[in-house]
């Protein structure tokens, strides 16, 4: 049996699903990008696109937006606050009493940590409004590292900020390549999920992995 001692969770894609954020978070990205470039809106969006499909054949799958953006020349520092001040995820998003009910049971048993790309004020809004702000243990955010996924460097930080090994940590997130991969390069155990919905019934595959079946 497994000595797991910590569930490391991503947030956009895997804690909530809404596509009208989704298409916010998008259509903010690009509009940073306009003023940026002192261009027209389609003129930037063409851009990010264009710059997002080089990535995606280079890596062979698709970036986030963030990384896509830095790529293109903005700075993250810039980036980070212009996102910050644009709008409010938090108000696309309602409390979810599954996904409370099953972080807190899941904390009797394990350390929680949150692990993302978003920035910290969008990540707390988020938070607030999905009514699982005082679960975690650890929250690393953008803001907080400067660090982009898919770096391992940060599976390896927020190990020690546990103070767990990495073997005895579980990786639960949307995208293979930027949330999962990194984590197994260092021994994390993953756990692809397609979305909030998978989260709600995640003890199955948790325990699997604990007792190595």
Not at 60 to 75: A, L
């Amino acid at each position: 049996m497994l000595s797991i001692q910590a569930l490391i969770f991503d947030l956009d894609g895997t804690l909530y699903y809404n596509p009208d954020l989704q298409k916010k978070q998008l259509e903010v990205a690009i509009s940073i990008l306009q003023v940026h470039l002192d261009c027209s809106y389609n003129h930037a969006k063409k851009m990010f696109e264009e710059t997002r499909s080089s990535l995606k054949k280079q890596f062979g799958y698709e970036p986030s937006n963030t990384y896509s953006i830095t790529k293109i020349g903005i700075p993250l520092e810039k980036y980070l606050k212009e996102s910050e001040k644009r709008y409010d995820a938090g108000r696309f998003l309602n409390k979810d009493k599954q996904l409370i009910e099953i972080l807190n049971k899941f904390k009797q048993q394990f350390k929680l940590s949150l692990l993302t790309n978003n920035n910290k004020y969008q990540t707390y809004r988020m938070l607030n409004s999905l009514g699982i702000q005082d679960v975690w243990d650890i929250i690393l955010t953008l803001s907080d590292t400067k660090i982009i996924k898919p770096d391992k460097r940060l599976y390896q930080l927020i190990s020690k900020k546990l103070k767990v090994h990495p073997e005895q940590c579980i990786v639960i997130g949307d995208r293979k390549e930027i949330d999962l991969s990194p984590a197994k390069q260092i021994g994390m155990h993953t756990i692809l999920v397609s979305g909030v919905f998978d989260v709600y019934k995640l003890r199955d595959k948790i325990n699997k992995i604990i007792h190595n079946k």
